[in-house]
Each structure stands twice: as structure tokens, then as C-alpha cells.
């Protein structure tokens, strides 16, 4: 990656630019797969609304999903500030 009109400093900033948003990509594609499979699994006839359990499962698989996101998040930052 080098760049002759970029200073070392400057590449290694755009680098790091370059990482979080493929990071941030990475993560909106997790998001549509997790949405796509928990349709999939709770929505079991298409209408107007939701009947209850298809609500109740939805609720439920969003709750374990936030569990689960602020579990990770807490253990990178456990990690990073152990580095």
C-alpha cells in the first residue's frame, strides 16, 4: 500500500481508516445474515401482523443477540486493556 504523495504516517492512518470500515461492513452483513435467519425461523406465514409467538420468538432472538453482542464487546475491551 504503498504511496509516494502519502507519508508513512498518513498510509498507516488510512489503514487503519481502511480496517474499521471493513470492519463496520463485516458487521452490517452479520447483522442482515442474523435477520434473515431469524425470520426464517419465526415468521411462519407472511400477513398483516405478527401473532404472538412469532412476536415472542422475534423478541427472544433479539434479546440473545444484545446478550451475546455486549458479551463480545466487553471481552475484546477485557482483552485490549489486558494488551
Request: glycine fraction near 2%; aromatic fraction near 8%.
Amino acid at each position: 500500500m504503498s504511496n509516494p504523495n502519502f507519508d508513512e504516517a498518513a498510509q498507516r492512518e488510512l489503514s487503519k481508516f481502511l480496517e474499521a470500515e471493513q470492519a463496520k461492513a463485516r458487521l452490517q452483513q452479520s447483522i442482515h445474515t442474523f435477520c434473515d435467519l431469524a425470520f426464517d425461523k419465526c415468521v411462519t406465514k407472511i400477513g398483516n401482523k405478527l401473532d404472538r409467538s412469532e412476536e415472542a420468538c422475534l423478541a427472544n432472538t433479539v434479546d440473545r443477540f444484545l446478550d451475546t453482542s455486549l458479551f463480545i464487546v466487553r471481552r475484546l475491551e477485557e482483552t485490549k486493556g489486558s494488551m
